[in-house]
């Protein structure tokens, strides 16, 4: 499993393009997490892709903090055959 957040938009062409964080690596329990401390009033995008092509799977995403957080589903995916 693979983890990316990016700031403001997600440039698939360029994937390096304003990411701020991302996971490589074994997740035990296919479980990752990671800790950043976000700013008021900006866009974020979390991409979470696994290991194997075409795969489609559930995820769940937990936000802790003082402040409301909205989320909202992109209405695409990008897959790669």
Do not use: W
Request: net charge positive; proline share 1%; glycine share 4%.
């Amino acid at each position: 499993m693979y983890g990316y957040l990016y700031e403001r938009n997600f440039n698939p062409f360029n994937e390096s393009e304003n990411l701020i964080y991302k996971y490589h690596g074994h997740c035990h329990n296919n479980f990752f997490h990671f800790r950043s401390y976000l700013q008021f009033n900006i866009k974020y995008i979390l991409v979470v892709r696994l290991d194997h092509s075409m795969t489609i799977g559930e995820f769940s995403v937990v936000v802790n903090g003082q402040n409301k957080v909205n989320f909202i589903r992109s209405k695409y995916s990008l897959f790669c055959a």
